[in-house]
């Protein structure tokens, strides 16, 4: 059981927000959404199970604000860090961003991909589908909107901007998967070379200037 404490925590309070949505996601890709109960969160949280409502209405409501936080983060991040005054380093700056943004939380980024590829999207309403996928659509239109201004400045060689898009999204996406912290290289070095592999895909270009950030 929850200690009696626990129940003191304020209506509200952002960081047990924040843990219920850490534990309740990382339920979800262990056991399944249907399979994860609202105790079983409380109990992952330190919290008896009737104070998760003073938080969220039901179950659903943590997944979809979790993913919601995803996305929305996400897309700040990149319009804060994507900048340059042509295609070729507006480009370096969002593939370095998007590999710094996945390699910052990495536990987080396994989550939402592990919902995203589980069919999430049957356990939410119309509305809340829709609405997440206009964030992703946002999130989507930044690369695709540099690739697109590159392919008409001659700088980009690309037959279809939507394929290189998504080629490009995915490859920085997954980075998480196999990234050690604890390796020969850092989320800066890997966030490098990964806009020179995007650049050479491209354009053919073999030298990115570094980020002094």
């Not at 993913?67 to 990149?78: A, G, V």
């Not at 980009?156 to 080629?167: G, S």
Request: glycine residues 6%; hydrophobic residues 40%; neutral net charge.
């Amino acid at each position: 059981m929850a200690p009696a404490s626990s129940l003191d925590r304020k209506i509200g309070d952002p960081g047990t927000r924040a843990e219920i949505l850490k534990h309740a996601a990382a339920l979800f890709v262990e056991r399944g959404y249907a399979r994860t109960s609202v105790k079983a969160i409380a109990e992952r949280v330190g919290i008896a199970a009737p104070s998760i409502y003073w938080f969220y209405e039901n179950k659903q409501a943590i997944l979809v604000e979790f993913l919601r936080n995803c996305l929305e983060d996400f897309l700040q991040t990149m319009q804060g860090q994507v900048h340059g005054n042509t295609p070729v380093e507006r480009l370096t700056s969002y593939i370095t961003a998007h590999v710094r943004a996945q390699l910052t939380d990495r536990t987080r980024a396994a989550s939402y991909d592990a919902l995203r590829t589980t069919g999430y999207r049957d356990n939410l309403s119309p509305a809340q589908r829709a609405e997440l996928a206009e964030l992703q659509n946002r999130i989507v239109d930044i690369p695709r909107r540099i690739i697109a201004a590159g392919r008409d400045s001659g700088d980009f060689q690309v037959t279809d901007v939507t394929v290189a898009t998504y080629a490009l999204v995915t490859m920085a996406d997954t980075v998480y998967q196999w990234y050690d912290p604890g390796g020969r290289l850092t989320a800066d070095e890997i966030a490098h070379q990964y806009a020179e592999l995007a650049l050479r895909s491209l354009c053919g270009a073999l030298t990115v200037p570094r980020d002094p950030r």
